[in-house]
């Protein structure tokens, strides 16, 4: 364990932040409270990830709002550190009324068969997740892509089986994600939430990109942001796709696939919280406390997630303004070695994919007949970027 002896200065967002219990470099056990300059608190969980991962805890966020409210459940080890952590701040586990899931990933729904377990809560959610949660992410990005299927048909899926990637000394960890997706077709969704709906002070946006269902939450001079905006990360945008064929026709004409999916839909939600009031902190599901500091943020982040993804396509169009390149020379050529070990490999391989689609949008690139790359000579996708922003 850690401790904190100098807090960071304050955003005029906020009228304090106190540690209530400190945890180790990179927050992990630690308990916050929060003060907005409306006096409205806010407490905060580094709720340790039950496997080792780079990305650190994930914040469990509670408020009251009409009733004792969390945001995000953290994985399928939280119900422990929650609930030993809420008496720390005069709060009970078996009073919370209902859990706010900021979107569909096991770092942050996990927990929730747990914890409703444990206090009766409601879960709410953006109406988009109630039809997503028998998906899981994998198919979501390897099994359905069109560009994938062309490109690397190999990375089909089959529900049940460990996809390709993860190594065959990963067995505990996939079932893990089995246990995780039988928790999941069970979870019934008590208010479906729309883009702009509001409640007891706290207002919901959806900001897809990341994550189809992604709702990032503003209270009092904050926006808590899941994994939309992130310090120190950038998140990872997911790839074109379809809804499964079981998606209601309602939800589908309200929210078509292509306006859900794809670094131009995360560019554009990117820009929804960015042009909140320029003072608005960011509260985010990762890296609030990281390496013995605070990363208090204002929503200017956003703006620099949206530069980092511009800078990555000048970078592509320049790789292939030198030779054509396959999707797997393309990954190899963007991240380095160590970082696409095992299943980062796919994870390297759908963030390329995410920003090759918006080239191929803009006509910059074609995918040749012998599957490679070619660049077309234009930077057309400067001019989508420019009016996503406007």
């Known amino acids: 364990m850690t401790s904190v002896d100098v807090l960071p200065s304050l ?8 540690v209530v219990r400190a945890g180790d470099p990179k927050g992990n056990g630690m308990v916050l409270e929060i003060t907005a300059a409306s006096g409205k608190r806010v407490w905060a969980i580094g709720v340790p990830q039950p496997r080792s991962t780079s990305t650190g805890p994930t914040w469990v966020y509670v408020v009251d709002a009409d009733g004792l409210t969390l945001i995000d459940a953290g994985g399928d080890s939280s119900k422990e550190p929650v609930q030993s952590a809420l008496p720390l701040v005069g709060k009970r586990l078996e009073d919370a009324q209902r859990i706010v899931i900021t ?13 409703l377990a444990a206090s009766g809560a409601e879960v709410w959610a953006h109406e988009l997740y109630a039809h997503l949660i028998s998906q899981g992410s994998w198919r979501a990005h390897a099994g359905v892509n069109p560009l994938l299927r062309q490109l690397m048909p190999w990375t089909e899926e089959k529900e049940g089986h460990r996809p390709p990637g993860i190594g065959t000394d990963a067995p505990e960890w996939w079932q893990h994600h089995l246990d995780y997706l039988e928790m999941r077709r069970h979870l019934k969704v008590g208010r479906p939430l729309k883009s702009h709906d509001t409640w007891a002070g706290l207002t919901f946006l959806h900001t897809p990109g990341h994550s189809p269902d992604e709702l990032s939450i503003t209270m009092d001079g904050v926006v808590f942001t899941g994994d939309h905006v992130l310090p120190e990360i950038t998140p990872h945008p997911t790839v074109e796709m379809d809804y499964p064929k079981d998606m209601p026709r309602d939800l589908r004409h309200a929210y078509p696939s292509q306006d859900q999916y794809g670094l131009q839909v995360y560019l554009k939600s990117l820009n929804t919280v960015a042009r909140l009031d320029p003072s608005v902190l960011v509260l985010p599901a990762h890296r609030l406390y990281n390496r013995g500091r605070f990363n208090l943020l204002t929503v200017k982040r956003a703006a620099d997630i949206s530069g980092h993804h511009v800078r990555r396509l000048r970078r592509m169009t320049r790789k292939l303004a030198e030779q054509e390149m396959t999707l797997e020379e393309m990954t190899r ?13 796919m994870a390297g391989v759908t963030e390329v994919v995410s920003h090759l689609e918006l080239l191929l949008d803009t006509g910059d690139v074609s995918v040749t007949p012998e599957g490679k790359f070619r ?7 400067k001019e989508l970027v420019a009016s996503l922003a406007s």
Not at 107 to 115: I, S, Y
């Open 11 to 18: 955003p005029p967002t906020l009228k304090g932040l106190d």
């Open 103 to 115: 979107h569909g990933h096991n770092d942050h729904d996990g927990g929730l068969g747990a914890l």
């Open 333 to 345: 050529s963007t991240f380095p070695s160590s970082k696409l070990t095992g299943g980062n490999f």
């Open 375 to 381: 660049w077309h000579g234009t930077e057309k996708f």
